[in-house]
């Protein structure tokens, strides 16, 4: 009978095939078992667990189960003691490694004070966790033009929940959002516990909690996100927001009038831009218009200051004194005499 390699057997003593098993048990029964018995699983001798009787070489005898044991502990014994050399080794490069450089407190990484937030939903579980620990205060700049009904949706269940706990909150605009009639309702829904103003341009999107943690985007598509908590990097966005505060009009107030006959506000802003060299798109991202509704206004522009071209406007803003900031209206603060805020 031809015999089967021992490849076909990739076991040990301590777990045989199953004809293996059969055949040494059998051996260990009778005595001993003729050789061709064993052709069929060669694993046998591989092992040693049978051997050659020397009075017939024609018959296998099997090695004594107390001997087998003995072997087979003897190899846990080395292949534990391997182990634990491995384990000493690798303790010790960690032991050396750990003594090149300062030590790391475990976990520290959730503490530090510039986290990367990757991913909408990681973004989205870090602002849920600012917004439960929040207590005092929110403020946020929201750039863009008219804010899209899903995304004042989106915020709306933080917003409630801070409202339930009396925190204050004050939002930054462009004057553009002001046509927006959901910003509209969601202002209405809030009460009095969120002020909004806008402006002409606001920087890109911030949100403060209790002036301890901010998140600014970290990438164009808002995917990457980050998490602010160094004090000093938080009070400078706190001093960026307040002073453009200052200089924001409130929602309820109208805009003021540019003293152009038929030259509206946005349309002194768009000029102002276009004294500087900005291009019509750099113009539309900045004032949260489309590229469109910009080069409309400026084809008003145009027609009300008689330009015939493009560099005759920009002669025309500037004679008119249409290159300058826009006016800052009057606001009249508790206690105080109406001042203009420039």
């Not at 003729?34 to 049978?50: I, S």
């Not at 500037?318 to 009249?332: E, F, K, N, R």
């Amino acid at each position: 009978m031809a015999g089967l390699g021992a490849d076909d057997h990739p076991h040990g003593a301590d777990r045989l095939c199953e004809a293996g098993d059969r055949v040494y048990s059998r051996a260990v029964r009778r005595g001993r078992v003729p050789r061709t018995d064993a052709e069929p699983v060669p694993c046998l001798l591989e092992l040693a667990l049978l051997h050659p009787d020397p009075d017939d070489m024609d018959w296998l005898v099997p090695t004594a189960p107390q001997e087998v044991m003995t072997r087979l502990l003897r190899g846990v014994h080395d292949e534990v003691s391997a182990s634990q050399r491995r384990v000493g080794a690798a303790v010790a490069a960690v032991e050396r490694y750990a003594g090149l450089g300062p030590s790391v407190v475990p976990g520290a990484g959730e503490g530090t004070a510039i986290r990367v937030l990757d991913g909408l939903s990681r973004i989205q579980a870090a602002m849920d966790e600012a917004t439960e620990a929040c207590t005092t205060e929110v403020l946020t700049v929201q750039p863009g033009g008219i804010r899209p009904e899903h995304e004042l949706t989106e915020g709306l269940h933080r917003a409630l929940a801070l409202r339930g706990r009396g925190v204050r909150m004050r939002d930054l605009y462009t004057h553009v959002a002001r046509h927006g009639q959901g910003l509209l309702n969601y202002l209405e829904l809030m009460g009095g516990t969120v002020q909004a103003r806008t402006l002409d341009e606001v920087i890109d999107r911030l949100i403060l909690f209790d002036r301890t943690v901010a998140f600014i985007p970290a990438n164009a598509d808002r995917t990457l996100a980050l998490e602010l908590r160094h004090p000093a990097l938080v009070e400078y966005l706190v001093t960026v927001f307040e002073r453009l505060w200052r200089l924001a009009i409130p929602l309820t107030a109208p805009l003021p009038d540019t003293g152009i006959e038929g030259i509206s506000h946005r349309e002194q802003s768009i000029a102002a831009l276009l004294a500087e060299g900005h291009q019509d798109a750099v113009i539309a991202e900045r004032l949260g218009i489309s590229v469109r509704t910009c080069r409309a206004h400026i084809a008003r522009l145009s027609e009300t200051l008689g330009a015939a071209s493009r560099t005759q406007l920009g002669v025309r803003i500037a004679q008119v004194g249409l290159d300058g900031p826009t006016a800052v209206p009057s606001i009249t603060l508790p206690g105080q005499e109406s001042r203009t805020v420039r």
